[in-house]
């Protein structure tokens, strides 16, 4: 991983100051910039140069002036320029986010997350490219573990709702809901959002 470069593009001066510093810290090359078309520009200077991009990785803010991180996505791949890119998102944008991952994200992060989660998801972006492969039929089965009113509750927390909101559509108490969540993540081994939101694309 010693020549692993993260290429980090958010308008907020101080978060990236500090996740520059953080992820330098964890032994990771790191350019920044505030702008989706600054990141644009230099990866395309270095396809240009003939610089391969598998051994990069894009962290970027969904939301952003400009162009935001669906739009930048869309330009990376008119631009044929393949390079993993992680998210990051605020509670509201896990809407947002899931189609990010449909159009072949590596992951996302919601925030607010740990440093070192930020850094385990870098690195396996670059080093585990083939960890972001569906298996729809492997996901199906795992899936077939949920009751159907998990079922339900998964799809609406897969939507960004909140456990208010999936309570009041469902007609059922909050402390229901989290139950429910509770036993979602125990049937299929998911460990956060990005885990359900994984497996309900079709990723194992």
Same mark, same amino acid.
């Given at each position: ?21 953080m992820l330098e810290a964890a032994g ?53 320029l393949s390079v993993p890119v992680v ?17 072949g994200a590596a992951n996302f992060l ?6 070192? =989660?930020? +850094?385990? !998801? %870098? ?7 083939? $960890?972001? #492969? ?37 007609? =059922?108490? +909050?402390? !229901? %809901? ?7 993540? $125990?049937? #299929? ?16």
């Amino acid at each position: 991983m010693n020549a692993a470069q993260i290429l980090l593009v958010d308008d907020n001066e101080d978060f990236r100051r500090s996740t520059v510093w953080m992820l330098e810290a964890a032994g990771l090359q790191v350019e920044d910039f505030n702008r989706a078309a600054g990141l644009l520009a230099r990866l395309q200077q270095l396809e240009d140069a003939g610089v391969p991009l598998s051994d990069k990785c894009v962290v970027t803010d969904l939301r952003m002036p400009d162009m935001n991180g669906l739009e930048l996505m869309e330009e990376l791949r008119t631009r044929r320029l393949s390079v993993p890119v992680v998210l990051i998102t605020g509670h509201a944008d896990v809407t947002l986010a899931v189609s990010a991952m449909r159009m072949g994200a590596a992951n996302f992060l919601e925030k607010p997350f740990e440093n070192s =989660i930020l +850094v385990e !998801t %870098v690195k396996s972006a670059i080093s585990e490219p083939g $960890s972001a #492969l569906r298996n729809p039929q492997a996901a199906k089965e795992k899936l077939g573990r949920l009751s159907p009113r998990e079922r339900q509750v998964l799809t609406h927390v897969c939507a960004g709702k909140l456990n208010k909101t999936i309570a009041d559509i469902l007609g =059922i108490s +909050v402390k !229901t %809901v989290e139950l429910h969540r509770a036993n979602m993540a $125990s049937k #299929l081994g998911a460990r956060n959002v990005q885990d359900l939101v994984r497996l309900s694309l079709g990723y194992e």
